[in-house]
C-alpha cells in the first residue's frame, strides 16, 4: 500500500509538472508560429510546397520556429515571476508548480532544439534562429519594462515567422501584405497587453507605455493599430488579385478587429482581456483569408 500511495503521488506529481510546462509555454501563442510558418511557404510557393524535400525543409523551419517560440514564453516567464504574482497567479510559476530554474531549463533545451533544427533547414535560417533567441531573451529581461521599444521588437519578431516559410520556397515577395497584417495586429496585442499588465508592471517599476504615457493615449495608439490592420486588409484584393473568398473571410476578420476597438473603448480591465482574446482570434482569421491566395 504504501509503494502504491508513493507510486500514485509521484504520476500525480509528473501531471502536475507535465501540464505547468505545457502552460508554460502558452500553446496558443506557440501555434500561432507553427501555423505561420506553413502559410508563408504557401503563399511564397503554392504546391511546390507539397513537394517532398519542400515539405520536409518546411516542417523543419516550423519545428524550430515553434520551439524557439514556446522557449520564448519560458523565459517571459522566468523574468516575470514577481509581475505575475500579481497579474496571473495561477501561471506554473507564482503558483509553484515549476521553479524559476525549471523554467530556465525549458528555455534553454527549445532554443536549442529550435536552433539545431534550423540547421538542417538553411544557414539562412540558423541566423535568423540565433538572432530570434538572442533578441526574444533581450525582451524578457530588458526590453518589455521599456516603453514601445518591447512593443516593437515582439511585432516584428511575431510576424517574422510567415517569412521563416517563405524563405524556403526562395523569397518574400509574395507574402509582404501577410508580413504587414501580422506585424500591425502583434502590435495591437501587446500594446493591449501592455495596458493589461498595469498593477503588477507598476509594483516592479516597469517602464511600459501605459505607464509612462497614461491608460488613455495607449489605448488609443491600440486603436490605430487596429485601424490600420483593417485598412491593410482590402489591398490584397484590389492589387494581388485575391477572389471573394477572401473577402467573405477578411469580412469577418475586420468585424472582429472593430469589435475588438469597440470593446476596448470600454476602459474596463475585464473588457481590456477580452479585447487581446479578440485580436488574436482576429488574427488567426486574418492570416487563414490570406492563405486563399491564388496561383
Given amino acids: 500500500m504504501p509503494e502504491m500511495s508513493l507510486r500514485l503521488i509521484g504520476n500525480s506529481l509528473m501531471k502536475t509538472k507535465l ?7 502558452r500553446p496558443l501563442n506557440t501555434f500561432m508560429f507553427w501555423i505561420s510558418v506553413w502559410i508563408g511557404a504557401w503563399l511564397e510557393g503554392g504546391q511546390t510546397m507539397l513537394q517532398a524535400s519542400s515539405g520536409l525543409s518546411v516542417l523543419g523551419a516550423a519545428c524550430s520556429a515553434t520551439a524557439i517560440g514556446a522557449g520564448s514564453n519560458a523565459i517571459n516567464d ?3 515571476i514577481e509581475i505575475d504574482r500579481i497579474n496571473r497567479p495561477n501561471r506554473p510559476l507564482p503558483s509553484g508548480v515549476l521553479s524559476r530554474q525549471e523554467a530556465w531549463w525549458i528555455w534553454a533545451t527549445l532554443s536549442f532544439f529550435g ?10 535560417h540558423l541566423f535568423i534562429a540565433v538572432i530570434c533567441v538572442g533578441l526574444l531573451y533581450a525582451y524578457s529581461r530588458w526590453f518589455k519594462k521599456m516603453p514601445f521599444w518591447g512593443n516593437l521588437m515582439v511585432a516584428g519578431i511575431g510576424s517574422l515567422g510567415i517569412g521563416y516559410g517563405a524563405l524556403i520556397m526562395g523569397g518574400v515577395q509574395r507574402v509582404a501584405w501577410a508580413l504587414l497584417f501580422a506585424f500591425w495586429a502583434t ?9 493589461q ?4 508592471d507598476q509594483v516592479v517599476g516597469a517602464r511600459t507605455l501605459p505607464i509612462v504615457w497614461g491608460e488613455l493615449p495607449t489605448r488609443i495608439l491600440a486603436s490605430f493599430c487596429i485601424g490600420i490592420t483593417v485598412l491593410i486588409t482590402p489591398l490584397p484584393y484590389l492589387w494581388a488579385q485575391y477572389n471573394g473568398i477572401y473577402l467573405m473571410i477578411i469580412g469577418l476578420t475586420n468585424a472582429v478587429f472593430i469589435y475588438a476597438a469597440y470593446v476596448l473603448a470600454q476602459q474596463e480591465e475585464q473588457q481590456t482581456a477580452r479585447t487581446s482574446s479578440l485580436l488574436k482570434g482576429g488574427t488567426m482569421l486574418g492570416m487563414l483569408a490570406l492563405a486563399t491566395q491564388p496561383f
Fill in 19 to 25: 501540464k505547468g510546462m505545457i502552460m508554460l509555454c
Fill in 197 to 200: 499588465d498595469m498593477p503588477g
Fill in 115 to 124: 536552433m539545431g533544427m534550423a540547421v538542417i533547414v538553411s544557414v539562412m
Fill in 78 to 80: 522566468y523574468f516575470d
Fill in 187 to 195: 502590435l495591437a496585442r501587446e500594446l493591449v497587453k501592455d495596458i
